[in-house]
Protein backbone atom coordinates (compact mmCIF):
# COMPACT_ATOMS: atom_id res chain seq x y z
CA UNK A 1 0.00 0.00 0.00
CA UNK A 2 1.07 3.24 -0.51
CA UNK A 3 0.81 6.47 1.71
CA UNK A 4 1.75 9.93 2.04
CA UNK A 5 1.96 12.29 5.43
CA UNK A 6 2.27 15.88 5.14
CA UNK A 7 2.43 16.25 9.27
CA UNK A 8 2.02 20.05 9.20
CA UNK A 9 -1.52 20.63 8.72
CA UNK A 10 -0.79 24.41 9.05
CA UNK A 11 2.00 27.03 8.52
CA UNK A 12 2.12 30.96 8.70
CA UNK A 13 4.78 32.84 7.60
CA UNK A 14 5.55 36.73 6.95
CA UNK A 15 6.32 37.58 3.57
CA UNK A 16 9.65 37.47 2.22
CA UNK A 17 9.94 34.61 4.77
CA UNK A 18 11.75 31.16 3.64
CA UNK A 19 9.19 28.01 4.21
CA UNK A 20 9.62 24.21 3.83
CA UNK A 21 6.97 21.62 3.69
CA UNK A 22 7.59 18.50 4.78
CA UNK A 23 6.26 15.16 2.57
CA UNK A 24 7.05 11.50 3.82
CA UNK A 25 6.02 8.94 1.89
CA UNK A 26 5.51 4.97 1.87
CA UNK A 27 5.71 2.30 -0.93
CA UNK A 28 6.96 -0.89 -1.46
CA UNK A 29 7.38 -0.08 -5.36
CA UNK A 30 11.41 0.61 -6.44
CA UNK A 31 10.25 3.29 -9.08
CA UNK A 32 7.45 5.42 -8.54
CA UNK A 33 6.88 9.26 -9.45
CA UNK A 34 6.20 11.77 -6.87
CA UNK A 35 4.09 15.37 -7.11
CA UNK A 36 3.38 18.69 -5.65
CA UNK A 37 0.13 20.17 -6.48
CA UNK A 38 -0.50 23.78 -5.43
CA UNK A 39 -4.28 24.61 -4.55
CA UNK A 40 -5.32 28.62 -4.18
CA UNK A 41 -8.61 29.82 -2.81
CA UNK A 42 -9.80 29.69 -6.19
CA UNK A 43 -10.68 25.76 -5.67
CA UNK A 44 -7.77 24.66 -9.08
CA UNK A 45 -5.14 21.82 -8.35
CA UNK A 46 -1.91 23.23 -9.93
CA UNK A 47 0.65 21.27 -10.82
CA UNK A 48 4.10 22.02 -9.64
CA UNK A 49 6.32 19.10 -10.57
CA UNK A 50 7.05 15.85 -11.25
CA UNK A 51 10.05 14.08 -9.73
CA UNK A 52 10.92 9.87 -11.09
CA UNK A 53 12.39 8.32 -8.19
CA UNK A 54 15.63 7.68 -10.36
CA UNK A 55 16.41 11.10 -10.48
CA UNK A 56 17.61 12.23 -7.09
CA UNK A 57 18.83 15.51 -7.91
CA UNK A 58 17.43 18.64 -6.67
CA UNK A 59 15.13 21.06 -8.66
CA UNK A 60 14.91 24.68 -8.21
CA UNK A 61 12.26 26.73 -10.52
CA UNK A 62 12.35 30.22 -9.61
CA UNK A 63 11.54 30.49 -5.63
CA UNK A 64 10.48 27.30 -5.78
CA UNK A 65 12.49 24.19 -4.68
CA UNK A 66 12.61 20.63 -4.03
CA UNK A 67 14.67 18.55 -2.27
CA UNK A 68 14.22 14.73 -2.75
CA UNK A 69 16.15 11.95 -0.18
CA UNK A 70 15.22 8.44 -1.31
CA UNK A 71 16.87 7.37 2.18
CA UNK A 72 14.57 9.10 4.42
CA UNK A 73 11.50 8.55 1.84
CA UNK A 74 10.93 12.45 1.93
CA UNK A 75 10.52 14.80 -0.57
CA UNK A 76 10.54 18.20 0.55
CA UNK A 77 9.58 21.64 -0.54
CA UNK A 78 10.67 25.27 -0.20
CA UNK A 79 9.68 28.48 -1.25
CA UNK A 80 12.35 31.09 -0.85
CA UNK A 81 10.96 34.69 -0.15
CA UNK A 82 6.94 33.29 0.26
CA UNK A 83 4.48 36.08 -0.72
CA UNK A 84 1.24 36.37 -0.99
CA UNK A 85 0.24 34.81 -3.86
CA UNK A 86 1.99 31.81 -2.50
CA UNK A 87 -0.96 30.63 0.47
CA UNK A 88 -2.77 28.21 -1.15
CA UNK A 89 -3.25 24.38 0.25
CA UNK A 90 -0.45 21.99 -0.92
CA UNK A 91 -0.39 18.83 -1.53
CA UNK A 92 2.32 16.41 -1.75
CA UNK A 93 1.43 13.01 -3.95
CA UNK A 94 3.10 9.51 -5.23
CA UNK A 95 1.97 7.32 -7.77
CA UNK A 96 3.15 4.02 -9.67
CA UNK A 97 4.97 3.33 -12.37
CA UNK A 98 4.36 0.77 -14.72
CA UNK A 99 0.83 -0.84 -16.01
CA UNK A 100 -0.72 1.17 -12.53
CA UNK A 101 0.75 4.49 -13.67
CA UNK A 102 -1.44 7.18 -12.71
CA UNK A 103 -3.29 6.89 -9.77
CA UNK A 104 -2.06 9.36 -7.12
CA UNK A 105 -2.05 8.86 -3.42
CA UNK A 106 -2.43 12.06 -2.02
CA UNK A 107 -1.56 13.35 1.40
CA UNK A 108 -3.62 15.38 3.41
CA UNK A 109 -2.48 18.91 2.29
CA UNK A 110 -0.65 21.74 4.47
CA UNK A 111 -2.36 24.92 4.21
CA UNK A 112 0.34 28.07 3.69
CA UNK A 113 -0.95 31.19 4.84
CA UNK A 114 1.65 34.10 4.28
CA UNK A 115 0.91 37.44 5.47
CA UNK A 116 1.85 40.74 4.07
CA UNK B 1 -2.54 26.79 -23.33
CA UNK B 2 -4.44 23.15 -22.88
CA UNK B 3 -6.62 22.79 -20.42
CA UNK B 4 -8.89 19.86 -18.83
CA UNK B 5 -12.49 21.60 -18.68
CA UNK B 6 -15.20 20.04 -16.38
CA UNK B 7 -18.99 20.97 -16.32
CA UNK B 8 -20.88 22.20 -14.63
CA UNK B 9 -18.77 23.85 -12.31
CA UNK B 10 -21.30 24.25 -9.83
CA UNK B 11 -24.45 22.09 -9.00
CA UNK B 12 -26.83 22.14 -6.35
CA UNK B 13 -29.65 19.28 -6.17
CA UNK B 14 -31.85 17.62 -4.28
CA UNK B 15 -31.54 13.81 -2.68
CA UNK B 16 -32.36 11.13 -4.94
CA UNK B 17 -31.66 13.23 -8.24
CA UNK B 18 -29.51 12.10 -10.79
CA UNK B 19 -26.20 14.25 -11.44
CA UNK B 20 -24.13 14.32 -14.22
CA UNK B 21 -20.17 15.38 -14.31
CA UNK B 22 -18.35 15.98 -17.73
CA UNK B 23 -14.97 16.16 -18.83
CA UNK B 24 -12.99 17.08 -21.53
CA UNK B 25 -9.47 16.12 -21.35
CA UNK B 26 -6.64 16.99 -22.49
CA UNK B 27 -6.05 16.08 -26.54
CA UNK B 28 -3.35 13.51 -26.49
CA UNK B 29 -3.85 12.42 -23.56
CA UNK B 30 -4.59 9.03 -22.63
CA UNK B 31 -5.47 8.45 -19.23
CA UNK B 32 -8.73 10.44 -17.33
CA UNK B 33 -9.35 10.17 -13.56
CA UNK B 34 -12.14 11.15 -11.50
CA UNK B 35 -11.18 12.50 -7.77
CA UNK B 36 -13.26 13.56 -5.04
CA UNK B 37 -12.65 16.27 -2.54
CA UNK B 38 -14.33 16.47 0.65
CA UNK B 39 -13.03 18.10 4.10
CA UNK B 40 -13.00 14.53 5.83
CA UNK B 41 -12.00 12.33 3.50
CA UNK B 42 -9.21 14.44 1.22
CA UNK B 43 -8.66 13.87 -2.25
CA UNK B 44 -9.51 10.49 -3.70
CA UNK B 45 -9.43 8.60 -6.30
CA UNK B 46 -13.09 7.18 -7.62
CA UNK B 47 -12.49 5.64 -11.35
CA UNK B 48 -9.80 6.18 -13.80
CA UNK B 49 -9.39 5.20 -17.64
CA UNK B 50 -6.80 4.17 -19.73
CA UNK B 51 -7.31 4.59 -23.95
CA UNK B 52 -10.64 5.14 -22.83
CA UNK B 53 -11.11 2.04 -21.08
CA UNK B 54 -11.96 1.56 -17.23
CA UNK B 55 -9.03 0.28 -15.78
CA UNK B 56 -10.21 0.91 -11.43
CA UNK B 57 -13.43 1.86 -9.98
CA UNK B 58 -12.86 0.62 -7.19
CA UNK B 59 -13.06 3.76 -4.91
CA UNK B 60 -16.62 4.18 -6.58
CA UNK B 61 -19.74 3.27 -4.78
CA UNK B 62 -20.84 1.22 -7.83
CA UNK B 63 -24.86 0.56 -6.46
CA UNK B 64 -25.08 4.20 -7.47
CA UNK B 65 -21.90 6.06 -9.00
CA UNK B 66 -21.11 4.91 -12.61
CA UNK B 67 -18.22 6.33 -14.83
CA UNK B 68 -17.74 6.10 -18.62
CA UNK B 69 -15.57 7.43 -21.18
CA UNK B 70 -17.85 7.25 -24.53
CA UNK B 71 -15.10 8.92 -27.27
CA UNK B 72 -11.49 10.48 -26.55
CA UNK B 73 -12.71 13.85 -26.18
CA UNK B 74 -15.27 13.03 -23.43
CA UNK B 75 -15.52 11.46 -19.41
CA UNK B 76 -18.93 11.12 -17.37
CA UNK B 77 -19.31 10.53 -13.89
CA UNK B 78 -23.02 10.14 -13.34
CA UNK B 79 -24.46 9.50 -9.44
CA UNK B 80 -28.17 8.30 -9.64
CA UNK B 81 -29.74 8.53 -6.84
CA UNK B 82 -27.50 11.33 -5.72
CA UNK B 83 -27.75 11.43 -1.58
CA UNK B 84 -26.76 14.40 0.73
CA UNK B 85 -22.97 12.72 1.84
CA UNK B 86 -22.18 13.05 -2.40
CA UNK B 87 -21.25 16.87 -1.65
CA UNK B 88 -18.07 17.39 -2.55
CA UNK B 89 -15.99 18.50 -4.95
CA UNK B 90 -15.10 16.50 -7.93
CA UNK B 91 -12.34 16.85 -10.17
CA UNK B 92 -11.24 15.28 -13.68
CA UNK B 93 -7.55 15.03 -14.16
CA UNK B 94 -5.74 14.18 -17.76
CA UNK B 95 -2.77 11.83 -17.57
CA UNK B 96 0.19 11.95 -20.10
CA UNK B 97 2.25 8.63 -21.16
CA UNK B 98 5.21 10.26 -19.08
CA UNK B 99 3.17 10.15 -15.79
CA UNK B 100 1.98 13.96 -15.67
CA UNK B 101 -1.33 14.49 -14.71
CA UNK B 102 -3.25 17.78 -14.77
CA UNK B 103 -6.83 18.62 -13.02
CA UNK B 104 -9.56 20.17 -14.17
CA UNK B 105 -11.13 23.25 -12.03
CA UNK B 106 -13.72 20.79 -10.61
CA UNK B 107 -17.47 20.61 -10.31
CA UNK B 108 -18.99 21.56 -6.53
CA UNK B 109 -21.98 19.14 -6.01
CA UNK B 110 -24.04 19.86 -3.53
CA UNK B 111 -27.12 17.34 -2.51
CA UNK B 112 -29.49 18.66 -0.04
Known amino acids: AQKVTQAQTEISVVEKEDVTLDCVYE???????LFWYKQPPSGELVFLIR??????QNEISGRYSWNFQKSTSSFNFTITASQVVDSAVYFCALSRVGTSYGKLTFGQGTILTVHP | DARVTQTPRDKVTEMGQEVTMRCQPILGHNTVFWYRQTMMQGLELLAYFRNRAPLDDSGMPKDRFSAEMPDATLATLKIQPSEPRDSAVYFC??????????FGPGTRLTVT
Open chain 2, 93 to 102: ASGSASGEQY
Open chain 1, 27 to 33: TRDTTYY
Open chain 1, 51 to 56: RNSFDE
